[in-house]
C-alpha cells in the first residue's frame, strides 16, 4: 500500500506564530475545557498523536507517563525544551499511518488538531485501534466541514463545496474538513465505539474575540459544547471513543516494534534501537526516538 503524504512542521515556527502570537487564546481555552470533560481521571500511559511542541501535553497531568509523537524534529525539540527530560514524558518522531509500538500498550491516546492533515484517516484510526489496550480510551479532534459559517456561505453561494457532502474537502494542501457522519463511520469500522461529542469552538470569531471578553466566550463555549450529544454545526468537534473488539496487551517490557517486519521488543543502545529479528534500526537524536 502506497504511503499517503505527510504534513511536515519541521522548521516551522507554528507554536509562536499561530498560539503565541496568533490570537488563539480563546481556541486554546475552550479546547482545554473539553479535553478536561472528556479525558479520563488517570491513567498510566498516554499517546499523544500530533503532539507538535507540546501545548496540550501539560494537560495530561494525571497521566504517569506520555508519549509525544510528532512527525517533525524540530517540534519536538521545541516540546523537550518545554517540558524538559525525564522518564514521564517520551519523544517520539514518526508518522500516524505507520506508529511504531507495541499492539495493546496505551491506556489513552488523543489526536487534537492533527487529523486534519490526513489523506487516509481510515489507515491511521486503525493504527490507533492498534496500539491500545481493550477498552482504552481515544479522544479525537477533528475540523468539522458541516458548520455554521460553511452552510451560510454554501447558502449565498460564496462558497463552491458543499458542507453537506459526506466526503472529505481539501481547501488547502493536506488540509482537510470532514462530515461528522463520516467521521462515525471510520471509527466504527476501526472498531471504536462513541461515547460523547463535544462541539468546540462556536465562537471562532474575529469580531467577538475583540469585543467580547475572552472569559465570557469561554463561558459560553463551554454551555455550546454539551449541544454536540445532538448536533455538530461548530468548527471543530471532539470526541471520546472506547477501543473495541478483540485485542492483546501488550507483553511486559514490550514497547516499541519494528517497521519492517513487526517484531517486538527491540534493542536500545545509546545511540539507537535494534530489530533483534531482522537488524533494522533506527536512531535516537538527542533523546528523541527517531522512526521517519
Not at 474575540?209 to 459560553?220: D, E, G, H, N, Y
Request: hydrophobic share 40%; charged share 25%.
Amino acid at each position: 500500500m502506497a504511503q499517503p503524504p505527510i504534513c511536515d512542521y519541521d522548521g516551522s515556527d507554528y507554536q509562536l506564530s499561530f498560539w503565541e502570537e496568533g490570537g488563539r487564546v480563546y481556541e486554546d481555552r475552550v479546547e482545554a475545557v473539553a479535553l478536561a470533560r472528556l479525558l479520563p481521571p488517570r491513567g498510566k500511559l498516554l499517546l499523544e498523536i500530533g503532539a507538535g511542541a507540546g501545548r496540550n501535553t501539560p494537560r495530561y497531568q494525571n497521566f504517569e507517563r506520555v508519549v509525544l509523537l510528532d512527525y517533525s524534529l524540530t517540534q519536538l525539540q521545541q516540546a523537550q525544551e518545554r517540558l524538559g527530560r525525564s522518564e514521564r514524558f517520551i519523544y517520539v518522531s514518526a508518522d500516524a499511518y505507520r506508529l511504531p509500538f507495541s499492539p495493546g500498550l496505551f491506556d489513552t491516546a488523543t489526536m487534537i488538531r492533527t487529523l486534519h492533515h490526513m489523506a487516509d484517516v481510515p489507515r491511521v484510526l486503525n493504527q490507533v485501534h492498534q496500539a491500545l489496550q481493550p477498552r482504552a480510551i481515544f479522544i479525537l479532534e477533528y475540523a468539522n466541514k458541516r458548520n455554521l459559517k460553511a452552510m451560510l456561505r454554501f447558502w449565498f453561494g460564496i462558497q463552491s463545496w458543499n458542507p453537506f457532502d459526506l466526503e472529505p474537502v481539501e481547501f488547502a494542501k493536506l488540509n482537510f474538513d470532514f462530515h461528522p457522519c463520516r467521521i462515525r463511520e471510520w471509527l466504527s469500522q476501526s472498531r471504536f465505539f462513541l461515547e460523547r461529542q463535544l462541539a468546540v469552538s462556536y465562537f471562532r470569531l474575529e469580531i467577538l474575540k475583540r469585543f467580547v471578553p475572552i472569559s465570557l466566550l469561554v463561558a459560553m463555549d463551554g454551555l455550546a459544547q454539551w449541544t454536540g450529544k445532538w448536533w455538530q454545526f461548530s468548527p471543530s468537534v471532539f470526541v471520546r471513543a472506547r477501543a473495541v473488539g478483540d485485542s492483546e496487551l501488550a507483553p511486559p517490557g514490550a514497547f516499541f516494534r519494528c517497521l519492517q517486519c513487526d517484531a517486538s521488543p527491540l534493542e536500545e543502545q545509546a545511540d539507537r534501537v535494534i530489530c533483534p529479528s531482522c537488524g533494522s534500526q533506527w536512531q535516537i537524536k538527542d533523546g528523541i526516538y527517531v522512526f521517519r
